[in-house]
């Protein structure tokens, strides 16, 4: 029996999940009666390694035990130092990016504040350009580039400085995003100041799972790099190979001037965010931008962690690789036998989602499978479309596990 709460009314997943989870370990949380749930939620994109791993979990302990360094802004820490030798040697120099790493505060939507602050002082502009079906983060700057009204809505403020245009795919592929910005730029009379920058998803992933396509993407670097338009690559929860490669922009071949993180990053579902850039940008002065817990040492730890045990090599990027081919062709299979109901299947690597003709049925879907002990959330523009996103580490069987489930879930919801 669940006691009854304090807790204030804008709670949500407790509301779709009704139980009390007590310990996780691997893909599965459980809960105080001792009932496993399968999870393809994963912390919504920051558990990508699973709960508690056991390689993260003793760099931690070990570090706890040795009473390494709690708390401390942005000071020099051997935990830190590790972090960034690791994250420059397995994840910047393999890829020739030379980026600066700023540590901006606990979540993702502090990492796109830092973004856009630091768009606007290199550029001396203020408005920025961001997509249909955008998700950013719930703070006033990222919030004024999310394009979910009812999110909008609980600002209380007016959201500005943003433009907003049409994201690869919209309306049915009928309207030019990126023809429309390019035009409305070049004519002296569109109204359409030029911008400090453009943020990106490269997959959406609370706007439905849009994925954009590979050509959109590079044409989309090349028109920001033609204009003098500073790119952002919003990578919070599609970063730390969640499609595939560490970062989800390298399948297009472009290499933004900046870069969100956050989620994933820690590698343990510790909070920690990351804003990279090219160093010709670091006009920051010495705390101009700062914050309290900017300098998450546990994190650092169990990212480094993170780094030496699954970026060594292109053993996971591989694996999901294959996971992406095998899920794309088993979620087609399942839309085709259930036409009238689902709309189609869409995804990139270990990000993918079913979206039904109906919201009320995607609702159903997600009860139906947490009834049987799989964990999934919706996304999407009614939360019309279940959302698959398990731990990139789940094994084979679990994932087959997973879309059983998900197959007895929707025959039940479309029969109810």
Not at 253 to 274: N, Q
């Amino acid at each position: 029996m669940i006691a009854p709460t304090i807790e204030s009314e804008v709670r949500s997943y407790c509301r779709s999940w009704p139980v009390v989870f007590d310990h996780g370990r691997g893909s599965r949380m459980f809960a105080d009666d001792g009932r496993a749930y399968l999870d393809f939620f994963a912390g919504a994109g920051a558990l990508n390694y699973g709960h508690n791993h056991p390689t993260l979990k003793q760099a931690l302990l070990d570090y706890l035990e040795r009473d390494g360094v709690t708390h401390s802004l942005d000071m020099l820490t051997a935990a830190k130092q590790d972090f960034l030798t690791e994250f420059a040697s397995q994840v910047l120099v393999p890829r020739g990016l030379d980026y600066r790493v700023q540590f901006t505060g606990p979540t993702g939507t502090n990492s796109v504040e830092a973004a856009l602050k630091l768009a606007r002082k290199v550029t001396g502009r203020h408005t920025v350009v961001a997509f249909t079906g955008a998700f950013h983060g719930m703070s006033l700057g990222s919030l004024a580039l999310t394009g979910n009204a009812a999110l909008r809505a609980g600002a209380g403020v007016p959201l500005g400085n943003t433009w907003r245009v049409p994201y690869d795919g919209f309306a049915g592929g009928q309207v030019s995003g990126l023809t429309l910005l390019d035009t409305m730029l070049a004519d002296s009379s569109s109204g359409m100041d030029l911008p400090a920058a453009v943020i990106v998803e490269t997959v959406q992933g609370e706007g439905g799972i849009n994925p954009a396509r590979a050509i959109w993407l590079a044409d989309l670097a090349e028109l920001c790099a033609r204009r003098n338009v500073l790119l952002i690559v919003d990578d919070i929860q599609m970063g730390c190979g969640r499609t595939g490669p560490f970062f989800s922009f390298e399948h297009a071949g472009i290499t933004p001037d900046i870069v969100c993180l956050s989620k994933s990053i820690s590698g343990y579902g510790l909070p920690m965010s990351l804003t990279l850039f090219r160093p010709e940008l670091d006009v920051w002065q010495p705390g101009e931008h700062n914050g309290t817990f900017r300098g998450n040492n546990f994190a650092f730890v169990t990212a480094a962690a993170a780094l030496k045990e699954f970026w060594v090599d292109s053993k996971l990027e591989k694996q999901t690789a294959e996971r992406d081919i095998l899920l794309e062709d088993w979620l087609a299979e399942l839309a085709e036998r259930h036409p009238a109901h689902i709309a189609t299947s869409r995804g990139r690597g270990l990000v993918w989602g079913l979206a039904f003709r109906e919201p009320h049925l995607a609702r159903r879907v997600a009860q139906e499978a947490f009834s049987r002990g799989l964990l999934v959330e919706r996304s999407g523009s009614t939360d019309e479309v279940v959302k698959l996103m398990p731990p990139l580490t789940l094994t084979d069987d679990e994932l087959a596990e997973g879309l059983g489930i998900l197959e007895q879930s929707v025959a039940a919801a479309v029969t109810r």
